[in-house]
């Protein structure tokens, strides 16, 4: 609708509210060309988010990405392996001091495993944290016995707080 407005008051002889001076006094010239071609459509150009995500009480500190998987887990992780034969997932552990690991599991691990691949991958690493989820509201992963898919969390990414 602005467009017509616009253009009627181009057709009226008057200055657009768009172009006003805010002075008041400078004067303002449009001229328009009539023009039967197509206007070419410029080339969307969008550069996908190159940065990193943090939650609000993470500490500070340089992030590093870790790929593992419990048959390349380091040698003091639990003898957990993944049935291929049987329906998996892959789930992303935000670790207290800002580190990602993603690893796969099967649907029938439970909250236990995930606890004994951080506890493998992070040997320096805190042995009392909670484990919680990213959704709204965070929802503490308490129950260690409790299966992935019991729990929810296929495809997620839960966070390790101290």
């Known amino acids: 609708m602005a467009l017509c407005g616009f253009l009627e008051s181009i ?5 657009p509210k ?3 001076p805010t ?3 400078t004067s303002v010239r449009v001229n328009l060309t009539r023009s039967e071609e197509d206007c070419p459509v410029p080339k969307k150009r969008h550069a996908s988010f190159q940065g990193m995500g943090r939650t609000l009480d993470a ?3 340089d992030s590093t990405v870790v790929v593992s998987s419990f048959t390349a887990a ?3 992780s639990t003898d957990l392996v993944v049935d291929q034969t049987q329906p998996s997932t892959t789930i992303q552990v935000r670790s207290a001091d ?3 690991m993603v690893s796969r599991f099967n649907l029938q691990h439970n909250i236990r495993d995930i606890r004994g691949f951080i506890d493998a991958s992070r040997l320096d690493g805190p042995r009392s944290y909670k484990l919680q989820t990213v959704a709204f509201p965070p929802k503490e992963l308490a129950d260690l016995d409790q299966t992935l898919e019991q729990a929810g969390i296929a495809n997620s ?3 390790q707080k101290l």
Not at 11 to 15: A, M, T, V
């Open 11 to 15: 057709r009226k002889s008057e200055c």
């Open 18 to 20: 768009e172009l006003e």
């Open 23 to 25: 002075d008041g006094k």
């Open 59 to 61: 500490p500070a500190v």
């Open 74 to 76: 380091p040698a003091l």
């Open 98 to 100: 800002g580190t990602r």
């Open 157 to 159: 990414v839960v966070i």
